[in-house]
């Protein structure tokens, strides 16, 4: 997506981009060990509902506007 956006912002025509990735597994997982939502994802998530009273805002007094 960046490619292509780059691509645009230049004029550039662009028709296909080919990508090849390598990657380890345990590298991966070692990263998303620690990242926030992977955390949230495998150990869940406590929802705590709390009711509250909300006050109802004045009403407003409609202006027109000068033309």
């Known amino acids: 997506m960046t490619v292509r956006a780059f691509a645009d912002r230049h004029s ?3 028709d296909q981009v080919d990508v090849t990735v390598r990657f380890d597994i345990k590298e991966l997982l070692a990263v998303a060990g620690p990242c926030p ?12 509902t709390v009711p509250t009273v909300v006050a109802r805002p ?6 027109t506007l000068p033309q």
């Open 58 to 63: 004045p009403a407003s007094r409609s202006r």
């Open 37 to 48: 939502v992977q955390r949230l994802l495998t150990k869940g998530a406590s929802i705590v």
């Open 12 to 14: 550039w025509p662009l």
